[in-house]
């Protein structure tokens, strides 16, 4: 029962799209899109960016901060929503991840960090 009223919230947030603000304004910045592009950061299946191997202090910064600025969006949405902010971002990174590109980097259920080919991509069972 509960995890049928999860599916279905999940559901409604996904239909909408209310995940698209934070993935737009960080599509600006263009140290998030060269990472993005040399597969330094990915999707996770949390809602939230991750850092792909090694790190520096500069992209851990950057990695924080676009985090951080999803953190507050999804916090707002999801109280609009009148949904937990965990629910938000599962159907954040959901929708990030079924965003990507062939090319990019996204992190499997499994914890792995994948590359995007021309096949979906493996995502959470329970994403909507």
Do not use: F, H
């Amino acid at each position: 029962m509960m995890r049928k009223t999860l599916v279905a919230g999940l559901t409604a947030l996904a239909l909408a799209g209310a995940a698209a603000v934070p993935a737009l304004a960080q599509q600006r910045d263009p140290a998030y899109a060269a990472a993005r592009a040399d597969g330094k950061v990915g999707e996770q299946p949390d809602g939230y960016l991750g850092i792909v191997g090694a790190s520096d202090p500069a992209l851990q910064r950057l990695v924080d901060d676009i985090n951080i600025k999803r953190r507050a969006v999804y916090a707002e949405k999801a109280k609009e929503n009148s949904a937990t902010l965990e629910a938000y971002a599962l159907t954040a990174g959901c929708q990030a991840i079924a965003r990507t590109v062939p090319g990019e980097k996204y992190r499997a259920p499994d914890g792995s960090w994948q590359t995007r080919t021309s096949a979906p991509p493996i995502r959470d069972a329970r994403c909507p």
